[in-house]
């Protein structure tokens, strides 16, 4: 039998309210040479009913021996998915018609490229459109800022399987295990977004990281240790604390000397470590700490913080930015 091209994968469980739309969306992709592995995690609703009304040969239904949890299901890609390429969709969520072929063409136009991502729009539990859309970043940067977010909607990415299966696919990082995975192939291969809105995103109450978001942020803890590890860092627990609170953009202006000195000793050790292109890490670094100045709204020494020479380069320099922190800078003085 020949192989499909892509496998694109679903994991469900008690989503009789949104799958049917979902496949649909796959079924009905410009793009035709792929399999739709669908993986039910021991539903106790109309998930399995709904699946198996379909009539389509590109169409394998699996289902578990009960219930055992999103990492075990996804796991299940690595023995079972046949295509070259992974991609995912949530069962809640919505494919547009070209989002398989935009993929694959930019695989093959960047075949240095592991993973590749793009835009949702979102979408409420009736399929509505909200005016809210998340816009993910493009452009080269996405490794560095994968230390302060994950900028990869899930239920966008498409991966390589060959890459997925060294890596042994998902950890037992619960609710995190997808940040996980896609950091774990930025280590070591080059990662991307396409600028183009491939799916909706369905927010709603049964969303599994909307109800425990405090296991996900536990998780999320011990994949930045890693990052720092893999960026030449040694571990200290106030630099770990102050990523931690950036990261989920939990920031206390109390921290500011912390923030600051989280970011010189990331600097430090990329410039010895060179996990990332020194100068574009470099301004990266600088802009992410203007953001941080920016956040509080008067600040007698925002100047003197924006051109210490431990982040600041005078090749960094944009009035833009030097008029914002010079007004910040004012307001302080004024109150």
């Not at 994950?150 to 619960?174: H, Q, V, W």
């Not at 000195?261 to 600088?286: G, P, W, Y």
Request: net charge positive; charged share 25%; with cysteine.
């Amino acid at each position: 039998m020949k192989k499909p091209k892509i496998t694109v994968f679903m994991a469900a469980y008690n989503t009789s309210g949104f799958i049917e739309e979902s496949i649909l969306s796959i079924l009905n992709q410009t793009f035709i040479d792929f399999e739709l592995l669908i993986i039910d995690d021991g539903s106790t609703d109309n998930t399995a009913l709904i699946v198996k009304t379909f009539n389509d040969t590109r169409i394998r239904f699996i289902q578990n021996n009960g219930n055992k949890g999103l990492p075990f299901t996804r796991n299940r890609l690595l023995e079972l998915a046949r295509g070259e390429y992974i991609a995912i969709l949530d069962s809640d969520d919505i494919a547009y018609p070209e989002r398989l072929g935009l993929q694959l063409n930019f695989f093959s136009s960047n075949p240095e490229v592991a993973l590749c991502g793009g835009h949702g729009k979102i979408i409420d539990k009736n399929g509505v459109e909200s005016e809210k859309k998340i816009i993910v970043p493009t452009g080269d940067s996405i490794g560095m800022q994968m230390l302060f977010g994950n900028p990869f909607i899930n239920s966008s990415t498409m991966f390589k399987t060959e890459i997925f299966r060294e890596l042994n696919g998902y950890r037992d990082f619960a609710l995190a295990e997808d940040y996980d995975l896609f950091t774990r192939i930025s280590e070591r291969h080059k990662v991307a977004n396409i600028d183009a809105f491939l799916v909706k995103y369905r927010i709603h109450g049964e969303n599994i990281t909307l109800k425990r978001s405090e296991d996900q942020k536990k998780n999320e803890l011990k994949i930045l240790k890693n990052m720092q590890g893999n960026l030449g860092m040694s571990f200290n627990i106030n630099n770990l604390n102050r990523h931690e609170e950036l990261f989920t953009n939990n920031l206390n202006e109390a921290h500011f000397q912390g923030y600051f000195e989280l970011l010189v000793s990331m600097k430090i050790a990329n410039t010895k470590s060179k996990r990332f292109d020194i100068i574009k890490m470099n301004q990266f670094l600088f802009n992410k700490w203007y953001e941080i100045l920016r956040l509080k709204k008067s600040n007698t020494k925002a100047l003197n913080w924006f051109f210490k020479k431990e982040l600041y380069d005078r090749e960094f320099f944009n009035f833009k930015q030097f008029r914002k922190i010079f007004k910040i800078s004012l307001r302080g003085l004024i109150n």
